[in-house]
C-alpha cells in the first residue's frame, strides 16, 4: 500500500566500471570517479508490523511514575537538540515539530486531511523522541473523558509527574512542573514567532465538550465525511479550548507540550471509528483540501449537543487562518478532494507519506496500537 517510497532512497549508482586490482596507494578519495567511491549502505529493509512488535499507547494516567518521567524527559530531550533543518524561527528540534504544524496549518485544518495529517505528525513526535532521545515507550494520550468538566483537577498538570498547571499572571505562563522555564519560540499564529512561555487558561466548563456523549456522537457517523467534522469540533475544542492558552492558537498550538497527548487521544478515536467496521474504513477518506470560509472548523450541527466555545478574549484574537501571501505551502492533491493519495508534507522533520499510508494504525510505517 506503500505507493511512494517511505524515505529518501540513494539516487541508482550507475554499474561500477571494473575496477583496477587494489593499488597499494589509492588516488586521494576526492579525485575519485563516482562510481568508484563507497556505496552508502542500502537502507534497512521496512520491519514488518507484528503484534509483537507493534507499540502500545497507553493512557497517560494509567503510565507509572517512572513512563511518565521517561516521556516528559524525552521532550526535554527534543527541545535541547538544535534545530537543522532551517524551518523559520525553529530554535530546536522541539520546535521544528511544532513547525510542520504551524507552516501548513491552514491546509490541515477544516480539511478532509484533519485526521490523517495529525496522525502521521503524532507519529513524527513520537519517532522523533524515540530515535533521538533514547526514549523506548509509545505515544500516550490523554483519556479526555475522565476529565471533561474538570480539566482543572486533571492528573496531566500535576506539576511532580505531569506537565505543569494552569497559567497565571498577566500572561498566564505556566510557574510549575517540567516545562516553567521553557522558552518557544513559535507563534503566535503563522510567522509572529516571538520568544514566550507556554502559557494556560484551563476552563472547566469549555473542557465539558471533551466528554463521552461527544465521542459517542461521532463514532456514530457512518462516513468519514459526517465522522470527521464531528470529530474536529466538539472532542478537538474540547481539549484545545479547556486548556486555553497556546492549546487555543490554532496555528502554534503544539508549543505546549499537552498537545501530544489531545492529538493522540483523537487519533485514538478515529481508530476506535475505523476499527469497528474494517476493512471498508482504512480507505474512507473524504473531503475538502480547502478550509470553508471563516475558518478551520466545521458549522455546528443544529441537532448536535450543545457546544461550549472557548472566550476568544482570552487569547490574542485568533490569526488568520489564511497565511500571508508569498508563503510555500506544500500541495496535498491535484484538486478540491481529500484522496489516498494526497501528500501529507512534513518538511523534511520525517519523510512525508500520502494519506493510505497512514490510515492503517498496524501497517508497516506506524506500527502500533491503543491499549
Ligand atoms: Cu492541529
Not at 550507475?14 to 576526492?30: D, S
Request: with cysteine.
Amino acid at each position: 500500500m506503500n505507493s511512494r517510497s517511505p524515505a529518501p532512497v540513494p539516487a541508482p549508482v550507475p554499474a561500477p566500471v571494473p575496477a583496477p586490482a587494489p593499488a597499494p596507494l589509492a588516488a586521494p578519495q576526492e579525485s575519485a570517479p563516482d562510481a568508484a567511491r563507497p556505496r552508502p549502505p542500502p537502507p534497512p529493509p521496512p520491519a514488518k508490523c507484528s503484534k509483537k512488535n507493534k507499540l502500545k499507547r497507553k493512557a497517560w494516567h494509567k503510565l507509572s511514575r517512572k513512563e511518565k518521567k521517561n516521556y516528559i524527559d524525552a521532550d526535554l530531550c527534543l527541545m535541547g537538540k538544535p534545530a537543522t533543518l532551517g524551518l523559520p524561527a525553529a530554535a530546536n528540534r522541539w520546535e521544528e515539530l511544532q513547525a510542520i504544524h504551524q507552516i501548513p496549518a491552514s491546509i490541515t485544518h477544516g480539511v478532509g486531511a484533519f485526521l490523517p495529517y495529525h496522525r502521521l505528525h503524532m507519529h513524527a513526535h513520537e519517532r522523533a523522541m524515540r530515535e533521538e532521545c533514547g526514549y523506548t515507550g509509545a505515544q500516550p494520550y490523554w483519556d479526555e473523558p475522565l476529565d471533561a468538566g474538570s480539566f482543572s483537577t486533571s492528573v496531566v498538570f500535576d506539576p511532580i509527574t505531569g506537565f505543569g498547571g494552569d497559567g497565571s499572571g498577566p500572561s498566564n505562563c505556566i510557574t510549575n512542573g517540567p516545562f516553567a522555564t521553557f522558552q518557544n519560540n513559535l507563534g503566535p499564529g503563522y510567522w509572529t514567532n516571538t520568544t514566550h512561555c507556554i502559557n494556560r487558561i484551563v476552563n472547566d466548563t469549555v473542557s465539558l465538550m471533551s466528554g463521552q456523549p461527544y465521542v459517542d456522537e461521532c463514532l456514530a457517523k457512518p462516513t468519514y465525511l459526517t465522522f470527521w467534522p464531528c470529530l474536529e469540533t466538539a472532542p478537538h475544542i474540547g481539549g484545545h479550548g479547556g486548556v486555553g492558552g497556546l492549546m487555543l492558537d490554532p496555528i502554534a498550538s503544539p508549543g505546549d507540550p499537552i498537545f501530544y497527548l489531545h492529538h493522540t487521544w483523537l487519533d485514538k478515536i478515529w481508530w476506535e471509528w475505523q476499527a469497528a467496521n474494517l476493512p471498508a474504513r482504512l480507505s474512507d477518506i473524504s473531503g475538502q483540501n480547502t478550509a470553508p470560509p471563516g475558518g478551520a472548523f466545521p458549522p455546528p450541527d443544529p441537532n448536535a449537543l450543545p457546544l461550549f466555545f472557548p472566550p476568544l478574549e482570552a487569547f490574542p484574537p485568533f490569526p488568520s487562518l489564511v497565511p500571508p501571501p508569498g508563503s510555500p505551502l506544500p500541495v496535498g492533491d491535484p484538486g478540491n478532494q481529500t484522496t489516498l493519495t494526497h501528500v501529507l508534507d512534513m518538511l523534511g522533520v520525517i519523510p512525508s507519506q500520502t494519506i493510505a499510508d497512514v490510515m492503517d494504525i498496524g501497517g508497516d510505517l506506524l506500527c502500533y496500537e491503543y491499549v
